[in-house]
């Protein structure tokens, strides 16, 4: 009989499997490598799995009405994406594409609707992402129009929550996050350096007073 891997044993929702459920997560959880700027999954297709981000970062990001590319959301390590098509069955609202190198489990729709059926922490867990991922996007969209230094700041605050205060994390990365430029992003990265806030190192970012990222206050 097949256990589940190490990082999946780890993941809050998955304890407490009894043997057949950790058979069928062994089975169902099937990992696979994205490399940075791949789509994972695109606006409209057919939701035929739901994802587990293993390693890395991945954007959602739905067009405007004037084909600008808006983040609705950033996932991180240990959270699910994708989860919403598969309770709704619908399309796939927004793309997904990959902000680094990154590693995600692929879970098939239904699967995934067993799991949900048979495991109650997991079915707690999945409405509770489904909360959490509503929160943010709409804190990010509420940004959009926002100066540049806001959306860095509020989205470094959102990433610490689960990353903790160090995180690998380059220039680049930071500004395709907050939709801005790299220069904008530099310039930005400095002045919340200077002010006390982060420190900001070749790719590595050290979050000091996370409270005044989110707030604004700088």
Do not use: N
Request: aromatic share 6%.
């Amino acid at each position: 009989m097949r256990s589940v891997d190490a990082f999946l044993a780890k993941i809050p929702f998955l304890k407490g499997l009894g043997p057949s459920d950790e058979e069928r997560v062994s089975r169902a959880f099937v990992l696979r490598r994205h490399s940075r700027g791949e789509t994972i999954f695109s606006e409209g297709a057919a939701a035929d799995a739901v994802y587990l981000l293993r390693s890395g970062l991945v954007k959602a990001v739905k067009l405007s009405p004037k084909d600008d590319p808006v983040i609705l959301e950033i996932i991180v390590p240990g959270h699910l994406f994708g989860m919403m098509p598969a309770l709704d069955k619908r399309p796939y609202p927004v793309d997904a594409v990959c902000l680094q190198d990154s590693e995600a489990y692929r879970i098939r729709s239904a699967d995934f609707a067993e799991l949900l059926r048979r495991h109650l922490p997991f079915s707690q867990a999945v409405y509770g992402e489904v909360g959490e991922h509503l929160r943010h996007s709409q804190a990010l969209r509420s940004l959009v129009k926002e100066p540049a230094e806001r959306r860095i700041g509020y989205i470094l605050w959102m990433l610490s929550l689960t990353l903790g205060p160090e995180m690998r994390l380059g220039r680049g990365e930071v500004a395709e996050m907050a939709g801005t430029t790299v220069e904008t992003a530099i310039r930005t990265l400095g002045r919340l350096r200077e002010a006390g806030l982060i420190d900001a190192r070749w790719k590595r970012l050290k979050i000091l007073k996370p409270e005044a990222l989110r707030d604004g206050a700088f």
